[in-house]
C-alpha cells in the first residue's frame, strides 16, 4: 500500500534521498527523528486473532520509513513518497471522519491518541515503504509509525502493548476494518530470529529463538500482481460469520447469548463445536472448523518450532492455507494457483496466503540455497497461467527482523 520500491539502490541512498526530499518540503529542521516500522508475515494463526484465537509472526526486514519533525504550532503535515498530494490535520480542530484517501490511517492515529491524550504539538513528516505490494499489513506498520511519531513528538510514554491498543483501535473504529492485534502485534513485539507466539486472547505471548538444529531458512515473499482492500473485499463478512458460528454453538448449547461484539468463537469450548457442528449452517460449520483447527496448527507448529522441526512446521504452514480455502473461503484463483505451485516447488518448507488472502501476495519458509530456482520456477509457472501479470508479478526474499523502533539518521 505504502510502496515504494527500492530498485536495488544501497540503503544509505535511499536513506539520502528521504532525507533530501524531507528538507524540499520543510526546509531543514533541528531534531528531525526516524522511525522504522517492519512489515509482517504470519506462519500459523490465519483468520482467528479477530476471534481472539492464537497466532505466531515474523517482522521482516522491509517495511515503513517515517522521517518527521516536531512542530508547535499544533498542525500535522504529512507527505509521502508513494502518493501525491499531503494530509493536513489541525489539532485544534474537531476530529473529522474518514476521506477515504491514504491520509485516513494518520487521522485513525491522531483519533485514538486524542482519545487518551491531549496533543499539544503536532509534527511534519515523510513517509515512505519499501515494498509496493499488499498482504504485508503495511497499514499496521504505517499505524505503529504514527503513533509513535506522535507520541514522541508530545512526550507520551507508551509501552509496547499500549502502542498495540491505540493502533489496533484506530483501524477498527476509525478506518472500519474489524482485525484483531496479529498485524499489531508483530509489527511492535518482534524480534529478529525469533518467533512471536501470542495468545490474543489474554495477550500474553513468547519471543522464540531459532533452533541450533533447524538449517537456515528465508522468508519469500510472492506478489501476485494484484493489489486489494481489505474493507472492499469479503475480510468484515468473514468476521461477522465467524460471530454467528459462536452465535450458533451457544444457541445449540442453550447458552444465554451476547449478541453484541464480545462473543467470540474463543469464549466457545471446542467440545461443543464437535457436538453441535452438524447443527447449523455449513457456511458456520466452516468458519469454526477453520478457527479450531487453526489454533491447533498453532499449539503444534509452537512445539515443532521449538524443536526445530521446520519441515513439520512448514507442512502446517501448507495445511494452514488448505483450510483457509476449503473451510474460510478466501482466496482469489491467483493466490490459490501460487499456493499449488509452492506445493510442487523443492526448496519450499511450507507457504501460504499472506494477511487476508483477498488478493494480494503469498509468504513462504524456503531454503535459501534454492531461491533462485525456487523464483524461477514460480515465476514460469505463474505467468504461464496468469500472463497479464507479467510486469506487476514480484519475488522478494526477506529475513526477519526487529520491530519498530527510532533509528539514526545516516549522516
Not at 504539538?121 to 504514527?146: F, R
Request: proline share 3%; charged share 25%.
Amino acid at each position: 500500500m505504502y510502496g515504494f520500491g527500492s530498485g536495488g539502490q544501497s540503503a544509505w541512498l535511499n536513506g539520502y534521498i528521504m532525507i533530501e526530499t524531507f528538507q524540499n518540503y520543510y526546509g531543514k529542521k533541528e531534531h528531525v527523528r526516524k522511525i522504522f516500522a517492519p512489515y509482517r508475515v504470519c506462519p500459523l494463526g490465519a483468520h482467528v486473532d479477530h476471534q481472539h484465537g492464537l497466532v505466531s509472526g515474523f517482522a521482516i526486514d522491509k517495511g515503513v520509513e517515517l522521517l518527521f519533525a516536531s512542530s508547535s504550532d499544533r498542525m500535522i503535515e504529512m507527505r509521502s513518497l508513494s502518493f501525491r498530494g499531503k494530509t493536513c490535520i489541525d489539532l485544534n480542530a474537531p476530529t473529522t471522519g474518514k476521506k477515504y484517501d491514504w491520509g485516513d490511517y494518520l487521522r485513525g492515529a491522531v483519533y485514538a491518541l486524542k482519545k487518551r491524550f491531549q496533543l499539544k504539538c503536532g509534527i511534519k513528516g515523510l513517509i515512505k515503504g519499501s515494498l509496493p505490494i499488499g498482504g504485508l499489513s503495511s497499514s499496521a506498520a504505517v499505524l505503529v509509525a504514527y503513533v509513535m511519531a506522535l507520541s514522541e513528538a508530545n512526550d507520551i510514554s507508551l509501552t509496547p502493548m499500549e502502542i498495540i491498543r491505540i493502533t489496533s483501535e484506530a483501524e477498527r473504529e476509525f478506518v472500519g476494518l474489524k482485525n484483531g492485534i496479529l498485524d499489531q502485534a508483530c509489527v511492535v513485539l518482534s524480534e529478529r530470529d525469533n518467533l512471536l507466539y501470542l495468545d490474543t486472547d489474554s495477550n500474553d505471548y513468547s519471543l522464540l529463538p531459532f533452533s541450533n538444529e533447524m538449517p537456515p531458512f528465508e522468508v519469500g515473499i510472492i506478489f501476485s500482481g494484484l493489489t486489494r482492500s481489505l474493507i472492499s473485499s469479503d475480510y468484515n463478512l468473514r468476521v461477522n460469520e465467524c460471530k454467528v458460528a459462536a452465535w450458533n454453538i451457544l444457541a445449540s448449547k442453550k447458552q444465554k447469548l451476547n449478541i453484541m461484539d464480545k462473543t467470540f468463537l474463543r469464549d466457545v469450548p471446542e467440545p461443543w463445536f464437535h457436538e453441535t457442528k452438524d447443527t447449523f449452517p455449513e457456511r458456520f460449520r466452516r468458519r469454526a472448523e477453520h478457527f479450531f483447527s487453526e489454533c491447533g496448527r498453532v499449539k503444534q507448529g509452537m512445539n515443532v518450532w521449538q524443536k526445530g522441526d521446520i519441515r513439520t512446521f512448514g507442512q502446517l504452514i501448507f495445511d494452514s492455507c488448505n483450510s483457509s480455502i476449503d473451510n474460510y473461503e478466501c482466496g482469489s484463483p491467483e493466490l490459490i494457483a501460487l499456493y499449488h505451485i509452492m506445493r510442487e516447488t523443492g526448496g519450499i518448507y511450507g507457504g501460504r496466503f499472506s494477511g487476508a488472502g483477498f488478493k494480494g501476495s503469498c509468504i513462504c519458509l524456503l531454503d535459501p540455497t534454492k531461491k533462485e530456482k525456487i523464483e524461477r520456477k514460480i515465476r514460469t509457472k505463474y505467468i504461464e497461467r496468469f500472463p497479464q501479470y507479467k510486469s506487476s508479478f514480484e519475488f522478494h526474499c526477506c529475513k526477519t527482523e526487529t520491530g519498530a523502533r527510532f533509528i539514526e539518521i545516516e549522516a
